[in-house]
C-alpha cells in the first residue's frame, strides 16, 4: 500500500509543482506555519474538510472530532482537541475556530460540542463558525449559535466550499495537526484522519475520555464490513534534508521550556511516551516523530476493537514519513 501511496503523492506533487500558488505556499511553509483557522472536522471527514473549504496548505491547523459524539471537556480530550487548540491560540494570525457535523448528527451533538469548545481556556474569545455538511450533495448549512461568531469569515467561508474528492473509508491516517501536513490521498479518494500534536494517540484509558469515544469509533468502522481496513500513521518534519520538523516533537525534546500549561501537559506526554522507543533520548526532532509514530502504534494496540481485529488480520497498521512543505511520502530506513 505505502508503494502506492508513494506514487500518487509523487504525482500530486509534480502537479501542483506546475500551480503557482501552491509554490508560494510551500515556499511560506519552509518559513514556518501561521494557519488562520483552527479546523475541527469529525475523523470520517478531515482530509475532505480542506477540499470541502478550500484550505490551502497552511491555512489551518486541525483538531478531531469523533463522529456521533460530542467534544468533550477539556480535560477528557487532551490529543484530540485540547493539545491542538492551545498550539493554534499561539499564532498572531488566528481568525477562529471552524467546526464541522455530518448531516445526521444530532442537534444535542452540536450544542454540546460548541459549549465544550469555550470551555478552552485559550479559546474564550475566538468565534466559533459551525456549518452542518450534506457531503453527498453539498449542501452547507450555517450553525447559528450564541458562543460568538464572525459574521464576515463565515460568508467569506460559504463562498470558498467545493465538492471534496470521494472518501476512502478504507484508509485511516494519523498524522500531525500541522497546518502544513495534509493526509495523502489514495487511488480511490480521500482518507479518514486523526489530527493530532505529532499525530499522536494515547493508550486506552478505560475511563469515560477520548479514548472511550476513539474505541466506539474503531468498532463501528473495523465492524462495518469484512474488507481489510489499513492504518497509516504518518510522522512529519525535515527528511528532504534543508526543511521545518515537526513543531510537537521538537518542543517534546524541552518541554520545560512550553509556557501554556495544557499544551505542556500533552508535550510531556509526547516527551514520556517516545522515550519509551528510543535507546538514548532522541536528539532531533526528526528522531523524535519516529519514536512517536512507534508509540502511537503500541497505544493503538491498546483499543480493545484495534486488538479484536488485528488479531484476525483485518486491520494493517503501517508507518511512513512525510515531509513537512513538500508532503512527499519516504520510508523508514
Ligand atoms: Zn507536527
Known sequence: MINKLMEISAEHLNERKKDALFIARMELAAQGQFPRFLLISPITRSGQDLQLLSMNQGDALHATRVPGFAILPPDLTPALFTGPASFYSRFPSKKGVIVTFDIDESLEVIRETLENIKLHPELQSMPIIAFQVNYDNLRVKLIVHGKGRDYEYENRILHWVRKPD????????????????????????????????????????????????????????????????????????????????????????????????????????????????????????????????????????????????????????????????????????
Open 166 to 333: 470521494p472518501l476512502d473509508d478504507s484508509l485511516l491516517v494519523v498524522i500531525c495537526s500541522d497546518s502544513r501536513v495534509r493526509p495523502p490521498c489514495t487511488k480511490r479518494g480521500v482518507p479518514m484522519a486523526i489530527q493530532t500534536l505529532a499525530g499522536y494517540i494515547s493508550k486506552y484509558s478505560q475511563h469515560d475520555d477520548e479514548t472511550k469515544q476513539l474505541n466506539r469509533f474503531f468498532e463501528k468502522w473495523l465492524t462495518s464490513s469484512k474488507d481489510t481496513k489499513r492504518i497509516l500513521i504518518v510522522a512529519h518534519g525535515n527528511f528532504e534534508g534543508s526543511g521545518p520538523s515537526c513543531s510537537a516533537g521538537t518542543e517534546s525534546l524541552n518541554p520545560r521550556a512550553t509556557s501554556s500549561k495544557s499544551l505542556r501537559l500533552m508535550i510531556e506526554e509526547l516527551e514520556r511516551s517516545a522515550i519509551e522507543f528510543e535507546s538514548i533520548p532522541a536528539s532531533s526532532p526528526e528522531d523524535r516523530v519516529k519514536s512517536l509514530s512507534k508509540a502511537t502504534r503500541a497505544n493503538l494496540l491498546t483499543y480493545p476493537a484495534i486488538v479484536d481485529s488485528h488479531d484476525i488480520s483485518q486491520l494493517e497498521i503501517d508507518e511512513v514519513l512525510m515531509d513537512t512543505v513538500t508532503n512527499a511520502l519516504y520510508l523508514y530506513d
